[in-house]
């Protein structure tokens, strides 16, 4: 488990590096410490190696369970945190997230992966927009799927565009506005 592990972050730093066409199984090895025989015992491509770096990430976004460590129940505070968690992940992944599109664009499996994480955060939003409406928080009148598609959409396009293409945003800013957006989408009281 620790070589595989070894490869694994040796595999990001390359392909933050020099990008995923250019990145060699060799250089993965070298800065792993291993004999390049022993990455063929772990996995089988680069391909291979790339999907276990973007899952590793994947989990991270994913998963923040900021419900469970923080206690918020409040759907203002809760999507401002859920919101916050997600930006700093990303900004702290930009590199990756970036290679993510790039490779998503020519190789189908990473497409579809790309996909994938995009119902996943689909999904996982529209749970929530479900309990809140039938809470009476939320206007009852939004597809909760639609809905948590389009606002999760509209979060990751842009921390692609301030994170990766760098535009000048400040992050607070960036929060602040994400948030309001969800909430008056939402239809969210501003008094909780």
């Known amino acids: ?3 595989r592990s070894a490869l694994v972050a040796a595999a990001r730093e390359v392909f933050e590096r020099d990008g995923y066409l250019d990145a060699r199984i ?3 090895s070298k800065a792993a410490g291993v004999a390049s025989g022993s990455f063929y015992t772990y996995f089988d491509s680069k391909d291979e190696i790339f999907a276990a770096v973007v899952e590793q990430v994947r989990e991270e976004m994913l998963h923040p369970h900021v419900r469970q460590r ?3 129940d409040d759907p203002r505070q809760l999507i401002a945190a859920a919101n916050r968690e997600y930006l700093l992940s990303y900004r702290r992944n930009a590199r990756l997230m970036a290679l993510l599109e790039q490779v998503s664009q020519i ?3 990473f497409q579809a992966m790309r996909y994938e994480r995009a119902m996943a955060f689909g999904e996982r939003n529209t749970a929530m927009i479900r309990e809140l409406q039938e809470r009476g928080e939320v206007d009852p009148e939004l597809d909760p799927w639609v809905t948590a598609l ?3 959409n509209m979060v990751s396009r842009m921390a692609y565009t301030v994170f990766v293409q ?3 945003i400040t992050f607070e800013q960036l929060v602040d506005t994400l948030n309001r957006l969800w909430w008056n989408a939402l239809r969210l009281d501003p008094a909780g």
């Open 107 to 109: 190789d189908e499996k």
């Open 26 to 28: 060799s250089d993965i």
């Open 1 to 3: 488990m620790r070589t």
């Open 166 to 168: 760098r535009e000048k």
């Open 150 to 152: 389009a606002l999760s």
């Open 70 to 72: 923080t206690g918020i």
